[in-house]
C-alpha cells in the first residue's frame, strides 16, 4: 500500500516495531495525528480466542468516561406508549413499522439502534440487514431493554459496544486526536479492563496477544499488553 508524505513522516518519530506504555503511546498517537480534522483514536486488540466456537465469543459494552467526541443518533424502536420517553431521553428516531419500512428501503442514517423487548419480533425482519452492520439490537450490549431512558442516556454518554471479529480482532474508538491525553488514557483503560474482564473460561494460552494504538489517517502505535493485566 502506497502511503502519503504525513504518513511517512510520521513513522519517523517512532520505531514502529516496539511496544509503549499507554501514555507515550498516546502521546505519539496525537503526534500522528497530523489530518485537518479532528481525528478518530482508535483501538485494535488481537486475542487468544477462536470467534468460530460460541463459547469463545467476547461481546460487551462500556461507557467510556470522557466519551468518543462523536454525537451518535440513536434509533428506537417501541410502541407508541413509549415514543415520548425516548425522545426526551434524546433519541433522533423512534418507531415502529414505518421505521421498519424506512430500513427495508436502504435507509440506515443512525449509529445506534435500541428496542424494547417486545419490538423484537418486529425487529427480526430488519436482522439480515442490521446484522452484519453491527447495528442489531442485542442484550448483551443493553440495546434491547425495558429501560429506555437509562440505555439513550448511556450510548450517548459514551457507551461503546466491543465486538471480536472473525479474525479475533476487536476494534473500538477511544476518543478523537484533540482529547487530553488523561482523558484518552482513561477511555482506553477502562475499556481494556473491560474486555479482560470478559475472558471465555475456555480461552486456553495468552489472552491478550497485542493491542495497537492509531489515529484514523495514522500508523498504527504498538502497546505493551502487560499493563493492562
Not at 440513536?74 to 413509549?82: G, T
Not at 419480533?121 to 442485542?138: E, F, K, Q, S, T
Not at 459496544?161 to 479474525?167: H, L, N
Request: contains cysteine; positive net charge; glycine residues 10%.
Amino acid at each position: 500500500m502506497k502511503h502519503g508524505k504525513k504518513y511517512i513522516d510520521s513513522l519517523k518519530l517512532y520505531t514502529k516495531s516496539n511496544q509503549y506504555d499507554l501514555g507515550e503511546a498516546i502521546d505519539l498517537v496525537k503526534q500522528t495525528a497530523k489530518a485537518k480534522f479532528d481525528e478518530t483514536v482508535c483501538l485494535s486488540v488481537r486475542l487468544g480466542v477462536d470467534p468460530r466456537h460460541a463459547d469463545q465469543q467476547v461481546r460487551g459494552a462500556v461507557v467510556l468516561p470522557h466519551g468518543t467526541g462523536k454525537e451518535v443518533r440513536v434509533l428506537v424502536f417501541c410502541k407508541e406508549d413509549r415514543v415520548a420517553e425516548a425522545k426526551e431521553a434524546g433519541a433522533a428516531f423512534v418507531g415502529g413499522e414505518d421505521l421498519i419500512a424506512q430500513i427495508q428501503g436502504g435507509w440506515l442514517g443512525f449509529d445506534v439502534a435500541v428496542a424494547t423487548p417486545d419490538m423484537m419480533g418486529l425487529v427480526g425482519r430488519v436482522a439480515r440487514i442490521l446484522g452484519p452492520r453491527g447495528l442489531m439490537p442485542n442484550p448483551k450490549s443493553g440495546t434491547v431493554t425495558p429501560d429506555l431512558t437509562k440505555a439513550i442516556s448511556d450510548i450517548r454518554a459514551g457507551k461503546v459496544e466491543y465486538r471480536v471479529d472473525r479474525t479475533a480482532i476487536i476494534n473500538v474508538p477511544v476518543g478523537r486526536a484533540s482529547f487530553e491525553p488523561e482523558k484518552l488514557q482513561e477511555n482506553v483503560r477502562v475499556l481494556m479492563e473491560a474486555i479482560v474482564r470478559a475472558k471465555p473460561s475456555t480461552a486456553k494460552g495468552t489472552y491478550l496477544r497485542s493491542a495497537v494504538l492509531s489515529a484514523t489517517m495514522g500508523p498504527g502505535v504498538k502497546l505493551t499488553t502487560q499493563q493492562f493485566l
